[in-house]
């Protein structure tokens, strides 16, 4: 079984909509991220979750609301979005220690999201 | 800081050909890891490779191989005799050690895109 999915692939909504992206990691991974991915920008980090607990918020606008009700999965929530939102999210998931070595960092195939 | 530099943002070769992407870091701390990710046209970044601070050695994965050079801060990546499903956006990222919790961040170099034609 691939081991990040998310759900959906491609999305279009409009300025008013709500809609969610979910990620689910099949990976037994304690950490998960969401990236967002612009047109010729590097991938930027948007929240890390870290046994359930978000401990990064790299300040997003709050029309991004990231949930994450167990360490399998990962939702990030969207209302009112701006045209410049439209990216390619990416969600990640890896199985980190403190105090100890860095995991890698694996990565679902993102939800391309065009906001008209 | 940390930061990632890929200077070369788009490579075109002929299939056969050998190829190298450039990746140059800066960070502060004395221990870290060097990624190279692969993006090809379908989104899903591929993990292709982890290495360490203390690990200079270099590594061979079929045609792949990187050469680590803490000396210069650089971690190159050389696709031999390149093929058309090589083509993709490659990205090197260097991981930040989060000392007081359990996870780590990425710094992403902005990719190189790889074009190989046949």
């Known amino acids: 079984e691939t081991g990040v999915t998310q759900t959906p692939r491609h999305l279009v909504m409009g300025m008013t909509n709500k809609k969610s992206l979910k990620c689910e990691q099949h990976?037994?991974?304690?950490?998960m991220y969401w990236y967002k991915q612009s047109a010729k920008k590097p991938l930027e980090l948007m929240f890390v979750?870290?046994?359930?607990?978000?401990?990064e918020n790299n300040s997003v606008p709050s029309r991004f609301s990231p949930e994450c009700p167990n360490s399998s999965h990962l939702f990030l929530h969207l209302h009112t979005l701006q045209p410049e939102d439209s990216a390619l999210y990416l969600c990640?998931?890896?199985?980190?220690?403190?105090?100890?070595?860095?995991?890698?960092?694996?990565f679902g195939p993102g939800t391309r999201l065009t906001v008209l | 800081a940390q930061k990632v530099t890929q200077a070369q943002t788009e490579i075109s070769v002929v299939e056969k050909e050998d190829v190298t992407l450039d990746c140059v870091y800066e960070?502060?701390?004395?221990?870290?890891?060097l990624f190279w990710y692969k993006q090809p046209p379908s989104g899903e970044l591929v993990f292709l490779i982890r290495?360490?601070?203390?690990?200079?050695q270099n590594e061979i994965s079929g045609r792949y191989s990187w050469n680590f050079q803490k000396s210069t801060s650089s971690f190159n990546f050389t696709i031999t005799a390149s093929q058309v499903v090589d083509s993709a956006v490659y990205f090197c990222?260097?991981?930040?050690?989060?000392?007081?919790?359990?996870?780590?961040?990425?710094?992403f170099g902005k990719g190189t895109m790889l074009l190989v034609s046949p």
């Open positions: 960070t502060r701390d004395t221990t870290y890891y």
């Open positions: 979750y870290s046994l359930e607990e978000r401990v």
């Open positions: 990640a998931s890896s199985q980190d220690r403190p105090g100890q070595g860095l995991d890698t960092q694996y």
């Open positions: 990976l037994g991974h304690n950490a």
């Open positions: 290495r360490n601070s203390f690990d200079e």
């Open positions: 990222a260097l991981s930040e050690a989060k000392r007081h919790s359990g996870y780590s961040t990425l710094t």
